[in-house]
């Protein structure tokens, strides 16, 4: 009864330095991992994440660290956004070995 009176009357108030903290936080995290994820590019990936994210096992505990710091939809679409950019680069770095240049 307590919680619902208080929730009830603190319903606006929104505490934007939580948030804010929070999503630093996220955004840390997550700068930690792709960076272990570039720092180890030559490595085989064996760890499968969401959306079919590879990793190396070096990586999991940024990995972990990710996931526990991010909401799961910012973690699927930062994962998907790292993808498509990754995939992108590529196909461009695939297109200039053709030209010849």
């Known amino acids: ?7 009830a009357e603190k319903r606006d108030e929104i505490h934007t330095d939580v948030l804010l903290k929070a999503r630093q936080a996220c955004y840390k995290a ?24 590879l990793y190396p096992t070096e990586c999991k505990a940024s990995r972990d ?11 699927k679409h930062f994962d998907r956004q790292y993808c498509k950019t ?13 030209r010849g240049v």
């Not at 009864?1 to 929730?7: F, G, K, S, V």
């Open 30 to 53: 997550r700068d930690a991992f792709y960076y272990c994820l570039e720092k180890q590019s030559d490595k085989k990936p064996t760890e499968i994440g969401s959306v079919g994210l």
């Open 65 to 75: 660290e990710y996931v526990k710091n991010c909401r799961c939809s910012w973690v």
């Open 86 to 98: 990754k995939r992108t680069q590529r196909l461009l770095d695939d297109r200039e070995t053709r």
């Open 1 to 7: 009864m307590a919680l619902e009176a208080y929730a």
